[in-house]
């Protein structure tokens, strides 16, 4: 009997999504220059349907964008992505160093080693989640380009 309620409310929500389907883990922060840093983690998404993360404010950095890198003819280059990126329903995806991440710009002040940035992730239709994130400038990068 339960099964059957839960699939008739899903059924009639097909497109009920909330933030209390996006989960973020092991997000940091890292220095780029006295005036901007980048910020990586990893995001799942438990719901139903996909969520796109289309913007990201801080109230670090006076600007901040979601950005990625891309191969140029061997050069890796970064870019702004202003359309952001899809997180797939029941899936995850990585911001993470040389590929997609956020951008903070204008910082209020440089990130030191330690200090602490709170984000605010729009997810659109799937709502907002804000997360804290620390600077780890001694991190290693897991995989591909330092920023
Ligand atoms: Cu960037």
Redesign the pocket.
């Known amino acids: 009997m339960k099964t059957t309620l839960y699939a008739v409310i899903a059924a009639a929500l097909p497109f009920a999504a909330s933030a209390a389907d996006i989960t973020v883990h092991d997000a940091y922060l890292r220095s780029?220059s006295p005036m901007?840093g980048?910020g990586f983690m990893q995001i799942d998404n438990t719901g139903a349907a996909d969520c796109q993360l289309s913007a990201v404010s801080s109230p670090a950095a006076g600007k901040a964008?979601l950005?990625t890198h891309i191969d140029e003819n061997g050069m890796m280059k970064?870019v702004h992505v202003p359309e952001g990126f899809t997180i797939p329903a029941g899936g995850s995806f990585m911001l993470e160093r040389g590929g997609p991440?956020v951008?903070l710009m204008d910082l209020v002040a440089p990130l030191a080693q330690g200090d602490e940035a709170t984000l605010t992730l729009d997810f659109g239709d799937c709502g907002q989640v804000e997360v804290t994130a620390a600077v780890d400038n001694d991190r290693k990068p897991e995989a591909g380009a330092g920023?």
């Open positions: 780029s901007s980048a964008e950005h970064m991440h951008m920023h």
